[in-house]
């Protein structure tokens, strides 16, 4: 016999609009798993004059508390994003017992500690299986599937966004303006895009992705993040020529008990499974010592595969009898200490310098003997015919620590020989296991 769980959905952007149809179209599916009907009681939005697909009989508010505080409403789906009027939303739902579910990653990033200790206070149960990587259920994996691991590195694309601009820059050879401009039309970006090409929301996921992988709360104001908006063609053109593709990638390392972590424009070698990660695609590489190495790939934004993550977890929740049992929010049973750092300067990678000069004789002796004096060797360089008098010279270096390359390129800033600061890249080497054809 089937039991009505009455929910009510906060936004109805691209993912709240998503959810909405695929509420309506797997009607049957979703009655055959869980037994219960999921019943749209009220929705908030901001813009009540604008056309909505919604069953007839649901309430629609531009007042996203009055969800919060409706007796008849079991679930609350919050999914306005933004973290001011979406937290007071979440924290007094949870108050008033609610369970929740959200694609927030900047709220729960920003304020998970208060989030999380409130609903282990009131017992409610928070699923958030599409503020990571969207269709990609990465949250669950860690949570639940690998929770026998210790789990050594977790390294992604995880910002639909900015993977889809520089594919598109990579193959279609689209200007930036151009390529962000067609991901905000495909409802991938940000409300403000400078949180998907300035770091910042792979950075939200990241922390997240800690949290859930060692159980321990690193800042989101700590994590080291870089962007992609001074990624240039030059660059991606130069990638290529040596056999690599430029990427955001989003990285956090565990050693002797501290984090290493950050978000970076990286060169990946094509090899590498994560270079074949194109458009809206996103994947996370997991590392345990007992699974070893996982690849996870999809979609990591848009109105239908982010529905699909959060249908997941309302189905999920929607399964239970007790609705309200916060067991398993964090997957750790005590609060999270704060995480030891790292940082990332000390991660030794390969490097891809690019220096704009001068083309002068001895411009190279000179760039040599600084990178020289850090102790870099130089594995490859390339030279860019000259414009005008400015040449570019691009080097790949011997695996070498951030720090030096920082150091290095901060002395040819003073020294007068760059035109223009240096652009350096890490490169990501190929394990093994993910070798073409291996
Ligand atoms: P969106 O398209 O901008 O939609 C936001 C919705 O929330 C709109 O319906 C808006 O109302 C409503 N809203 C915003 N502030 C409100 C307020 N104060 N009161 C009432 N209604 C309010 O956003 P989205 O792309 O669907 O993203 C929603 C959340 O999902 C964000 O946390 C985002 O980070 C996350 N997310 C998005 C994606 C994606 O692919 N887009 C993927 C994963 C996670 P109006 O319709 O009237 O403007
Ligand atoms: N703006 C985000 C992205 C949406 O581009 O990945 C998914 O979180």
Redesign the pocket.
Known sequence: MSQKICIGV?????????LVEMLQKNHDDILRRTGREIFIKAA?????S?K?RLPPETVLT???MSLADDPDIDIVV?????T???RHLILRAIENGKSIV??????LAEYGQEIFSLAAKKNVAIGYE??VA?AIPVIQTLKNSLAGNHITSVLGILN?TSNYILSEMNSRGLDFPTALKAAQEM?????DPS?DIDGF?AAHKLTLLIRLAWGRHYPFANLSVEGIRRVDPLDIEFARQFGCRIKLIGMAEEKAGKIKAGVFPALVRSTMLLARVNG?FNAVRIEGNAVGSLFLHGL????R??AS?VLGDLLALAKRNVLNSADDNTGFVDDLPLADFLSPDEAVNPWYVRATVRDTPGVLRDIAGVFAQENISFAQLIQKEKQDDRVSLVFLTHATQGRAIRSATGALERSGILLVPATCYRILENRDHEAEGA
Request: no cysteine; hydrophobic share 40%.
């Open positions: 906060a936004g109805l952007g691209t993912v709240g609009s998503g908030a939005v901001h813009d009540l604008k909505r531009d007042n996203p919050e999914l306005m994003g933004g001011t009027a979406a959200t694609a927030n990653k900047a709220l599409a503020s969207g639909g409802g991938y970006a940000e409300a949180l929301d809206a990591g934004a848009g109105s595969p982010t993550a």
